[in-house]
């Protein structure tokens, strides 16, 4: 009865297609049913918080009518029973692609550079700004997708277009594909979706991510300003679309923990309160994402287990690759852990059959079950303010539901039906016949042992040929069963039966290989043997190892004690707040002076005293350092360096970009800073490349290993941004096809200077005099332009300039535009043509930054002198020896010794240019530097002489902590490997288990150069 009724319940449920809005003409008489349907004793868990036990829940034309318990069921309604089984809420994904056109990528109008938007129409100047995208007009059912996605509990998705930085906006729907989409749309715009990726535009810019952020951020200002300008004379789609989005819910796909922090701080400055789409390792840095105070969507792609038996192949792997793979389940606990609100998606499954597998993986590595359920419901609803039509089963909601035969997040529950909007969709009997048990297959072939188990939604079968067991073939419809099988000596066996409630047999017809038919019965035996309970298995402890900061080789776990967090981490990284170095050679950089035998004292990050035979007081608890035979020097600063950073740190599509600022991508996890710790740099000038004249702003940062990327950055430092000269910017190794971007020659450079700093000067006269302005009512304000900003920064003496250069001819060039402009060139970086003009950058009042002893390595610097850092220094220009490059600036102290050899420098002098003199070039010599009382205690201690190639780093010292010692890293060496090989023995197990592994891949590591673009190759774009 309780099948005929659901079949005819279906039948009513397609008569629906025709009975449309009365907007739409029906071919006939329209024929409209209202069926009213009751769900009776069943478990229903009507929301996340309430769980209602032998319960009734009624709908009527796709929506709820009630639902509770002990309540009266009408008459007329079609009753179901659902004794034993369980209705949830339909679950939803706010970041899907459901029924849209996959992403074209257009091509573009011409070989090499596109510089500007071809989009016919009155949209904005790029094509990555994508805000006129509206999904509703786009999106289309597609049944096998919303099967997809109903087998699996979803009952609605929001829908969006994934291409672009402003991506348009999604659209709420039900997955009732049935349907006319006018009748499965629940809001037309549901949120705005941007991200930080320019996605299928042709056009150049934005190249990097610093470009997307600053391209996002740029659109934000300039919408404001559009809405706000009464006045303006041109209409800008783009705009328009874009202030429109902002009174939607906002989803920003950042798709990593640190592009998720970097959202969080756009989103800040524009009062945007982003749902962000993450990438699964929120854990890794869970307290700054907790800081955000924003809502999540997570993904549940945990990575494959790897196949390590080879152990080269497992050499592939970095700790960070294995410690993911073990602790990315653990994600979401953490999240539920620190309170941070979230929900589930389906993105980035390659399988989403794995969905609820790996939801109940969450569940068993510390996710609880409510949380799951409203992470899949109540969340994702309330997040896109739609919580008063899905999310729950309460009275006018969508009847959006599916039943279970068990809890959904045990290991083995099986979906039997999802409804949407009151439309079934049957996965499974609701009350399947039990076949389980012993069974004799008779025909004339022979006689066979048949065996059915498992669960009766899904049961197992086993068929014993001669002696041997192996899995039949088989489903069930109803009461038919079709079985084949191999039969050693027929080949395949086929059969159709049909069963018989009362014996408990099936009978019916077979086939054997040669294709004779024969009569075939399945023979009822006994009932499986249930006599010996099996006992429940625990599950064996999980035994996870700990999240390490930084996430990776070299990373150390928090401490284990009581306290928040954030207590535990400012316990963690400022370990003594007194150090006392003793008997150390002291190379202050105050005059020549090397002091013997000197202790220097240092309190809460500051040297506050230097004599010999300091005690500290007993009270201070001083960490006490015998540097007796040991060297301590001021910390190695690199001027220029590109290490710590994100997806690019060239931003070379035009003339300028000064508009990018590389302090939005710094990754404080490149090892890169571990390892020059352990060569004594303490400070670096993270510089954008040279791919243009007017690059980007740089950030300095300290070392500060374990802590995240806002926490690197120097305190109050000066801004700097870079310029660049000679054959990168004006293209010179690209070939014929990139001879379209503004300049293409040196003459074109300086016109580009000129151009960009007299626009800059009549952009800050305007902003000023706004400013001073009293009478602002019905004005409006300037339109506020990045770019020309940071130039102006410039001629305000607020923002500093590093020069990439080679050649005397452009050296003065700049030189003689920063005359006529009206601002000065704070340091030339590469410089090796510096020494034919180093009394004029003497007068100037410019530093140089230059290597020690390259030359000829392309056609500007075929006259370069390994004597040119001597030369300028005894000219009396503040020199510094730098790196560019990730490798060299472990080993700077050498590079400064080389000055001895070449220039016959002392050695003072030569340490100068790697600590005190790189600090004068970037205003921070009253705090770094040298070793004086009140400086801050940013030190190396040297096993030797620190010119020495022999000497080693024993300590490096940042603001009074230690954050490299040579002896805790061999600590951590060991520690490391013993780490590795407890995750590849778990691995192994895994592979033995009968798991699936994949192979490792290699993932090599992009060091950057001031030539690097991403994903262009430096034999392209030629030497740095």
Known sequence: MKSFALVWILCLSLLFRVSAQSTFPSNGAPYNPHTLIAFINATIFTDCETQINNGVLLIKDGKVMAVGEKMEVPPYASVIDLKGKYIYPAFIDLYSEYGLPSTKYEKKTQP?????????????????????????????????????????????????????????????????ASKRVNESIIRDKAAGFYSFSKGSSPQDYPSSLTGGIALLRQTYYDAQWYKENKGKTDYNISLEDVIALQSLPSIFESNDKYNSLRAAKVGKEFNIKYILKGGGNEYQRISDIRGTSLNYIIPVNFPEPYDVEDPYDAELLSLADLKHWELAPSNPAALEKNNIPFAFTTADLKDKSQFLKNIRKAIQYGLSEKMALKALTASPASFINAGDKIGALKKEYYANFFISNKPIFQEDALILQTWVAGEPNVYSELDPIDIRGNYLLNMSAGKYKVKFSGEVQKPVSQITIDTTKRSLNFTITKTILNLSFQNDSSGVIRATLNYNKQTKNFEGRGQLSNGDWQTASLVFVSALDTSKKQSATNKPALNLGKVIYPF???????????GSFKESWNKFKNRYSAILIKDATVWTNSGDTVLKEYDVYIVQGK????????????????????????HLTPGIIDEHSHIALT???????????????????????????????????????????????????????????????????????????KFALGENVKQSNWGDLNRVRFPQSRMGVEQVYYDFFTRAREYDASMQAFGKSTARVGVTAPRRDLELEALAEILNKKRFITCHSYVQSEINMLMHVADSVGFKVNTFTHILEGYKVADKMKAHGASASTFSDWWAYKNEVMEAIPYNAAILTRVGVNTAINSDDAEMARRLNQEAAKSIKYGGLSETEALKMVTLNPAKMLHIDDKVGSIRVGKMADLVLWTDDPLSVYAK????????????????????????????????????LEKKSGTAVVKPQVKPQQLYHCNTLEGVSETITGER
């Open 112 to 176: 090499g550079p596109q510089m500007e938007s071809t989009l016919k129409g009155a949209f904005g100047w790029n094509m990555a700004i994508r805000s006129n995208i509206e999904s509703f007009k786009l999106v289309e059912h597609n049944s096998e997708k919303a099967e997809e996605l109903k087998k699996i509990g979803f009952g609605s998705v929001v829908s969006h277009s994934n291409d672009g930085i402003v991506r348009g906006s999604g659209v709420l729907l039900n997955l009732n």
């Open 552 to 562: 990776g080789a070299y990373g150390e776990a928090l401490p284990e004690e009581g």
């Open 607 to 630: 040297i506050v005293r230097i004599a010999p035979n300091i005690d500290a007081p007993a009270m201070a608890f001083a960490k006490v350092i015998d540097a007796k035979g040991k």
């Open 647 to 721: 997806a690019g740190v060239n931003e070379g599509a035009q003339a300028s970009s000064a508009e990018v600022r590389m302090g939005d991508v710094i990754n404080p996890e490149d090892i890169n800073i571990y390892r020059q710790l352990s060569g004594g740099v303490t400070t670096s000038q993270l510089l954008h490349g040279s791919a243009n004249p007017i690059g980007g702003q740089s950030v300095l940062i300290k070392l500060r290993w374990g802590h995240g990327a806002e926490d690197l950055k120097y305190e109050n430092a000066d801004g700097f941004i």
């Open 953 to 988: 780093v024993d300590k490096t010292i940042i603001d009074g902590q230690i954050y490299f010692d040579r002896t805790e890293d061999a600590k951590l060496r060991e520690e490391m490997k013993a780490e590795r090989a407890r995750l590849i023995s778990k691995l192994i």
